[in-house]
């Protein structure tokens, strides 16, 4: 009985350790959308924020598609806060 109380207290224990990583890299969904929201009050400056975190995020090139020097600051803002994993 000891040694199955002991085998199942390391399996949590693994277990844990396993999922700890995972759980501290946990982003939510919105936080580029609300973290861009409170930066810029332009929808058009909001959408290249949340475009270049995006960008980031999924590992693309970092390549603003913005038509201001404006929008590509809003998208280096993004991008600097997205994460390449």
Avoid: R
Avoid at 29 to 38: D, F, I, K, L, R
Avoid at 58 to 66: F, G, Q, T, V
């Amino acid at each position: 009985m000891k040694i199955t109380t002991k085998l199942i207290a390391i399996a949590i224990v693994v277990t844990s350790l396993a999922f700890t990583p995972s759980i501290i890299n946990i982003q939510p969904v919105e936080a580029a959308s609300h973290w861009c929201e409170q930066q810029y009050k332009s929808p058009d400056l909001i959408q290249m924020c949340q475009q270049g975190w995006y960008d980031h995020d999924h590992c693309k090139k970092y390549y603003p598609m913005a038509d201001t020097k404006q929008e590509v600051a809003a998208y280096k803002k993004g991008w600097n806060h997205g994460s390449c994993k």
